[in-house]
């Protein structure tokens, strides 16, 4: 639609929205995250939601105890391997759209407990991750930040589309592996569908006498 | 405060008396102190496991001890090492003018130590304000033979602490009635804590890998640093 028509009509108190926009706006500001937390993220994810920094002012006061009425589940504290088949398996019963945020450097890679015998690199290597907050943990002004990236992600998403979001895409996963427990690690270790490891150089500065890197 | 240190002190630096008690108390026991070198002194009491129960027994219950309370169980991991010990040896050899001499010659001789694991319990007496008294037990080797007998008839307070020490260690506790893994899942056959454990190989991105990291990372990139 004219841009020029659509303020010429605002102004006789006509407004004009495309259903995208509607549905966008709607769906951004009612979001309703998994009430559920695993360490001391928890912590600043339940200061987050308080007086102080009400998180009621961006539309998601409601933390449901039920997945099937969450659509934003906000992974915040370290995920043993012995808690995330259950962190999985709750993402595949909250009903699409659905979205994660992992909050802290524990949820984006195991953080100080990475080579911890019974830490989770990362819960990105079992569900896709919307929103990545690094932090340790980080203040709730970091997960308000996040919060809004995220609604500022939800707002340009196309309804249609090849760009068009994973639950208006019938051939999309909404559902993904849970792993089971190995003699040794997770049965997979990961998700190949869905994490992918980041291409890194890794220096060799140090690793021989030469300090060539 | 100052009773409190006191007492500390007394339990601390006379395990002496205290060895000398339990043996008199505890027929056919083997005790041994363990002297700690660092500047906490913290001794400590090594039973063996035939006796341990009774030891324990005895401490919880001798009216002047009263270790009533058992603050902490933990394990240590001891893998075999090799000791080189250098031992002066008469040899004879053939000397200069063809006769047989008789030399001494040092010579250095590598033998394995076996492996153990062993239990540390930290006792405190609540009713009469002293402690710790810290207990060692060892278990004969690192594969086979790691039973020791469970305190948990003694104190309760250790039932979820020996349990930690069975999933982490492999210690095998006697007599306890519900022994099975409490951090790891059932399924796990490792024990993590182990000095000889190895994690899985999920080293794929290790942003600012050094040291031990970078050489599994190398590794697994299958290229050798």
């Known amino acids: 639609m004219d841009e020029a028509l659509k303020a010429e009509l605002s102004k006789q108190g006509i407004f004009t929205v495309t259903l995208q926009e509607l549905y966008n706006w709607g769906r951004k500001n009612s979001i309703w995250p998994l009430n559920f937390g695993l360490a001391c993220c928890a912590i600043e994810m339940i200061a987050t939601t308080m007086a102080r920094y009400d998180l ?3 539309g998601a006061e409601v933390f449901r105890p039920s997945p099937r009425q969450a659509d934003l589940m906000i992974v ?4 043993t391997k012995k808690m995330a088949p259950q962190v999985v398996r709750l993402y595949n019963q909250m009903p699409e759209p659905k979205y994660v945020i992992s909050m802290g450097a524990c949820a984006i890679s195991g953080g100080p407990f990475k080579q911890g015998y ?9 569900i896709p991750v919307d929103i990545f907050i690094p932090g340790c943990p980080p203040r709730p002004e970091a997960l308000i930040d996040g919060f809004m990236a995220l609604q500022a992600k939800i707002d340009a998403q196309q309804l249609t589309g090849s760009t068009r979001p994973r639950h208006l895409n019938a051939a999309e996963p909404s559902e993904f592996i849970v792993p089971e427990f190995g003699a040794h690690d997770l049965e997979p270790p990961k998700n190949t569908t869905v994490w992918h490891a980041p291409l890194v150089q890794i220096s060799l500065a140090g690793a021989d006498d030469s300090g060539a890197a | 405060m100052r009773r409190w240190c006191k007492s500390l002190w007394q339990v601390r630096m006379t395990l002496e008396p205290l060895k000398a008690e339990i043996e008199a108390n505890v027929p056919g026991c083997r005790l041994e102190i363990v002297p700690n070198p660092s500047p906490s002194a913290q001794h400590s009491l090594l039973i063996d496991a035939e006796h341990a129960v009774a030891v324990a027994t005895f401490l919880r219950d001798a009216k002047n001890l009263q270790f009533d309370y058992c603050s902490n169980v933990t394990g240590i991991d001891w893998p075999s090492r090799e000791i080189t010990e250098k031992v002066k040896v008469t040899k004879t050899i053939e000397g200069p003018d063809g006769t047989p001499v008789e030399q001494e010659v040092e010579e ?7 492996g153990h694991l062993e239990v540390v319990y930290h006792l405190y007496s609540m009713a009469l304000k002293h402690g710790p008294v810290v207990l060692r037990m060892r278990t004969e080797d690192r594969g086979e033979r790691v039973h020791l007998p469970s305190l948990i008839s003694v104190w309760r307070s250790v039932d979820f602490q020996e349990r930690e020490v069975f999933d982490l260690y492999g210690v095998v506790f006697d007599g306890h009635p519900d022994l099975r893994r409490i951090l790891m899942w059932d399924e796990f056959v490792d024990h993590p804590m182990r000095r000889d454990y190895i994690d ?6 290790e942003p600012t890998a050094h040291d031990e990291v970078m050489r599994r990372t190398n590794e697994h990139h299958g290229r050798t640093a």
């Open chain 1, 56 to 58: 009621a002012r961006f």
């Open chain 1, 76 to 79: 915040a504290g370290t995920i």
């Open chain 1, 118 to 126: 019974n830490v989770l690199k990362g819960i990105d290597r079992y």
């Open chain 2, 108 to 114: 250095v001789r590598k033998s394995q130590t076996v």
């Open chain 2, 200 to 205: 899985p190989d999920d080293y794929e991105y």
